[in-house]
């Protein structure tokens, strides 16, 4: 079986530095907020050429503590895509904030700017661009977009972990950003994780102030905040996992390769490919045909996983169907939503497996 994610074919020193990880922690005796994660916070901003890491409880509470200490909450609305994990929507109105949908762009499935633009108001307060797939949009434009708005941008950065555009890291370019580390993602803890990113020492301060349940010292709390603290022992896992970020990047960006080069079934339409190679870090290689649904059960038959991501859009969930969106409709993402599906692309595949990924891709009628 060729599987999305097979974490039991990771190099054995990976297991090793991960268990090494676990056993530092356990003897420490000391597990909520140490050396661990202001470590690995350290670590992950300079990764990512910011400032200050935060680390949090996961990825939808990074994006709600982000837009929070921003000040963004009841009355303000806050523009993304209906082509995202259900989660960036969520995060939103656990802000207090009123999401707005605009439509994406077919050749990326990331926003479009002209959707963007009329969706628009006085009440818009933040951009939440969602870096799907693993790609970077033109991150120069979106910034000039929101200065001329007047209006903040917030990354979600959860499927982009060491993505670069114009020499900049997915992270770096936001008054803040939000990051995942669910397993599956290219930086993965052994759990849920998350993570926010800025260049403010206020907007830190505050992160840091709300992710521990609004405190400002022990037993004073200023705020109602939330308990979001990323543990130590993930942290500790991350810290180690970070040291082979880059290499298995590159392993999803040559397997990618091999996939738009090789697949070349007229059935099958690819994602357009991005001009700087850097800014797609392929933590999903995302395929479109009209015969989805019947590609996954031909690619099952022949012991190769694909999952769909994502069958149904944001403003199609029952718990979003009163948010507004393009006047215009979203007919891009429902057309994305009907004809996408993920092939595998962890950077455990073998070359041999990715052929036969390729092969029987092309075998389909």
Known sequence: MIRMNDFTAEPEEVRSRENAAI??????????????????????AAFCGTKHCIGVANGMEAIELALRALGIGNGDEVITTPMTAIATVLAILHAGAT??????????????????????TKQTKALLPVHLYGRLPDMDAWSAFCKDAGIHLVEDCAQAHGARFSGKSAGAFGEVSAFSFYPTK?????????????????????????RNLGGTSRYAHREAGLN???????????????????????????????????????????????KNPASHVYHLFVIRTAERDRLA????????????????PA????????????????????????SCLSLPCHPQLTDEQVRTVVSTVNEFR
């Open 23 to 44: 056993s530092r922690v356990l003897s420490s005796g000391h597990y909520i907020l140490g050396k661990e994660v202001e470590g690995f916070e350290k670590s992950w």
């Open 99 to 120: 999401p707005v949908l605009a439509d994406i762009d077919p050749q990326t499935a990331l926003l479009d700017r002209e959707s963007v633009a009329r969706v628009l």
């Open 186 to 210: 290219n930086l993965g803890a052994k759990g849920d994780a998350g993570a926010v990113l800025t260049n403010s020492s206020e907007i830190a301060e505050r992160v840091r102030s709300l």
């Open 228 to 274: 979001s603290r990323l543990d130590e022992l993930q942290a500790a896992i991350l810290s180690e996992r970070l040291l082979f970020l880059a290499a298995f990047n590159s392993r999803r960006q040559a397997i990618a390769h091999s996939y738009q080069s090789g697949i070349t079934n007229p059935a099958i339409e690819h994602l357009a490919a991005p």
């Open 297 to 312: 059960e031909f690619l099952k038959s022949r012991d190769i996983e694909t999952l769909i991501h994502y069958p149904v």
């Open 315 to 338: 403003h199609r969930q029952e718990c979003c169907r009163n948010i507004r969106y393009d006047s215009n409709g979203l007919p891009n993402a429902e057309a994305h939503a009907k």
